[in-house]
């Protein structure tokens, strides 16, 4: 395509054909299968999407490990929900990056040969049962945030996923928080609990948001294409003038000595992100990565058998 | 790592009597039966649904307003997605015919044709349903491949959702709480 070879008739369309849509996303529409679309989109839409799909997948492993363990069977039946919805977010989301001509086996074999990437959080572990109020509270609103953007992005299919996925989200942030509340106003050692459990998982969950604008290289083609229509550290920003006052009249803090508010933004300020730490962990150094990929994997042998039955009853009635 | 993850079926979801069946997504199954399953799974983990309806994903053929354009003029007969539909009786049938009339909508049931192929389908569906707006995408198949939920499924698959009120956000008042902690504050 790049090579000198180019037929100048064949480079004049697809110039024509970039322009026209470029003009489509330009006045709000959105690009369905079917319509023509720039390989890079594909490409950065099947990569966004997967990563998303696997991260929905991984997610469940830190909190699944509470479930025999919560407090009261309420809480237990909420958290079962909440895990479930996961799985159901990743189904979603694995159709999406379909429509887009990705194919179900592919993307799962890249996930369990450790190729995939998926959001480095879940490669973080579950300490105590206040873990599963911060993860709800501060981990799904910071996801809440990145996927209200993608609600509005330019693609139909991960638009669609986005706003069931929102709607849903909204129950596991606000379970969560009500987690935190509790806790907050309870004992002195149980304020201690979510107070260390808001310790481990404040920076962990700034990381979240990715690099910063200067180190991220997609944003300004996703941004162009309507995929993305807030820049990583504005939606950082967004997360932290947000939480902040909230932990504060719970009379909790975070672990920033150089958090601050600046007047004249109406921002709190926040210290520098450790990148060292965010790179390891990306890079399969975290605490849990290599435990979360034994569970996926083994989950993945272990159902072997129940694949096969089907196969072998569909079989059967044809 | 290479066995199948099992084939493709649309899901479409019905939220109330009355009104008409939407595209959801799809799911993966060995067989229809266990296509619907998946889909109540997947789909109806809210009390938000009164039938479902599961299409073999291969059967669907599909149009956007872009890809019309593109053929326009052209006489094309069946080609792309949904030719090789399986099972085409090339007789005359009913189809469903689908369309998405908002940019940022779904797939909505407006209509039914008798047709003798998935083309001849969406012919018909443009002429008889396409009315004064430009819808932006078009999706057909024969009604007879569809697997839809029973009425006395509605107890078992989709009021236990009903139950559960938690998996609500509304049944959480974390901004009374909120509110009530900062009135308290000096």
């Known amino acids: 395509m790049y090579g000198a070879t180019v037929d100048p008739v064949e480079q004049v369309n697809e110039d024509e054909k970039l322009r026209e849509f470029e003009a489509r996303i330009g006045r709000g529409e959105k690009i369905e299968p079917g319509d023509w679309m720039p390989e890079e989109y594909r490409r950065q839409l099947i990569r966004m999407i997967s990563q998303h799909a696997h991260s929905e997948i991984v997610g469940m492993l830190p909190e699944g490990a509470w479930i025999t363990r919560a407090p009261s069977l309420r809480r237990k039946m909420i958290l079962l929900a909440k895990v479930q919805d996961e799985a159901g977010h990743g189904q979603y989301l694995y159709h999406a990056a379909e429509t887009l001509g990705a194919s179900r086996e592919e993307m799962l074999e890249a996930l369990l040969a450790g190729r995939a990437k998926y959001s480095s959080i879940f490669n973080y572990p579950t300490l105590n049962w206040t873990d599963v109020g911060v993860i709800g509270y501060l981990v799904d609103f910071a996801a809440i945030l990145n996927q209200t953007m993608l609600a509005r992005c330019s693609y139909g299919p991960y638009s669609r996923a986005m706003v069931r996925i929102c709607a849903e989200e909204n129950f596991h942030k606000k379970q969560g928080q009500d987690i935190v509340i509790q806790m907050a106003r309870g004992t002195p050692r149980q304020k201690a609990m979510v107070q260390d459990a808001i310790n481990r998982w404040w920076w962990p969950t700034l990381m979240m948001f990715g690099p910063n604008d200067s180190d991220s290289p997609n944003t300004p083609i996703l941004m162009r294409w309507g995929i993305k229509t807030r820049t990583n550290d504005q939606l950082r920003q967004a997360f932290v003038n947000q939480v902040v006052p909230e932990l504060h009249d719970l009379g909790l803090s975070v672990p920033d000595p150089d958090l601050s508010f600046d007047e004249t933004s109406g921002d709190w300020q926040f210290g520098e992100i450790d990148w060292d730490e965010f790179w390891r962990v990306v890079k399969g150094q975290g605490p849990c990565n290599k435990e979360r990929m034994e569970a996926r994997r083994s989950a993945h042998t272990d159902g072997a058998w129940v694949r096969e039955a089907l196969a072998a009853y569909a079989a059967r009635q044809r | ?186």
């Open chain 2, 1 to 186: 790592m290479n066995d199948t993850q099992l084939p493709r079926f649309q899901v479409f979801l019905q939220e109330q009597e009355g009104q008409p069946h939407q595209d959801v997504g799809s799911v993966h199954a060995s067989d229809a039966e266990m296509a619907l399953q998946n889909a109540r799974d997947v789909f109806v983990r809210r009390p938000e649904c009164t039938s479902l309806w599961v299409v073999p994903a291969e059967a669907i053929y599909s149009r956007t307003a872009e890809e019309l354009a593109k053929e326009g003029g052209e006489k094309k007969e069946a080609g792309g997605e949904g030719a090789e539909n399986p099972g085409l009786s090339g007789e005359t049938e009913i189809y469903c015919v689908f369309s998405k009339a908002k940019s940022a909508g779904t797939q909505t049931l407006v209509g039914e044709v008798q047709a003798t192929s998935p083309a001849e389908a969406l012919g018909e569906g443009i002429a008889r349903f396409a009315g004064g707006k430009a819808p932006f995408a078009w999706w057909v198949f024969p009604a007879r491949l569809i697997t839809r939920s029973q009425p006395q499924d509605i107890e078992s698959m989709f009021l236990p959702a009903l139950d559960k009120p938690f998996r609500l956000s509304t049944d959480f008042h974390t901004q009374t709480a909120m509110r009530e902690i900062r009135d308290r504050k000096p």
